[in-house]
């Protein structure tokens, strides 16, 4: 299995890649402006991706269950809640 960090790090050199680099490619009479379009593309690009992959790795807000739901998958997963009510304190 991969390792945590591989996948930030292999999108992260891309990114840089796609961001350092390839802007010394660019030709034409409007250089400086295509360069920096390529630049702030790669930031914009490997920040939102930052994001989504952040926020799925560590979901702030989870699946809203029934008690019901929560009840059935208790019991297909063996671990099987028992009844508070009939608890001694």
């Not at 945590?4 to 350092?20: D, E, L, N």
């Not at 390529?38 to 029934?66: D, E, H, R």
């Amino acid at each position: 299995m991969v390792d945590a960090y591989v996948p930030p790090v292999v999108i992260t050199v891309i990114w840089a890649f796609i961001g350092i680099i390839c802007p010394f490619f660019a030709r034409g009479p409007n250089r400086g402006v295509t360069q920096c379009c390529i630049m702030l593309t790669a930031v914009t690009c490997w920040l939102f991706w930052l994001c989504c992959y952040l926020t799925q790795m560590n979901p702030l807000i989870g699946p809203k269950l029934s008690m019901n739901e929560i009840m059935i998958m208790a019991r297909e997963w063996g671990n099987e809640i028992k009844d508070t009510m009939d608890v001694e304190a």
